[in-house]
């Protein structure tokens, strides 16, 4: 079983600057993808970012530019530097790890979410 905690959310003015953090822990072989997911009110979930282990990395239109992601293979962390936000930021945002655990199971977790508020 892979756990996975997010850290780093809260609220923010506009313009402002975030860090989120998320720690993978668990029967981990390997991890092939991290990533950020964001949900709004109302809406959908969709990607933010993620990357592979070997550092190829896709964002989502909105936020190209403004954040950027970034993982520690080697203790299973990843990271979204948030830049620039605005209040259409404003959402709970996931942590999702896909990879093989040492059964050589594949796992596809998610993390409990961490809110994100961008309001003056």
């Known amino acids: 079983q892979v756990q996975l905690v997010e850290s780093g959310g809260g609220l923010v003015q506009p313009g402002g600057s975030l860090r989120l953090s998320c720690a993978a822990s668990g029967s981990i072989f390997s991890i092939n993808i991290m990533g950020w997911y964001r949900q709004a009110p109302g809406k959908q979930r969709e990607l933010v970012a993620d990357i592979t282990s070997g550092g190829s990395i896709n964002y989502g239109d909105s936020v190209k530019g403004r954040f950027t992601i970034f993982r520690d293979n080697a203790n299973n962390m990843v990271y979204l530097q948030m830049r620039s936000l605005k209040p259409e930021d404003t959402a709970v945002y996931y942590c999702?790890?896909?990879?093989?655990?040492?059964?050589?199971?594949?796992?596809?977790?998610w993390g409990q979410g961490t809110p994100v508020t961008v309001s003056s």
């Open positions: 999702n790890a896909k990879g093989s655990s040492y059964g050589r199971q594949r796992f596809d977790a």
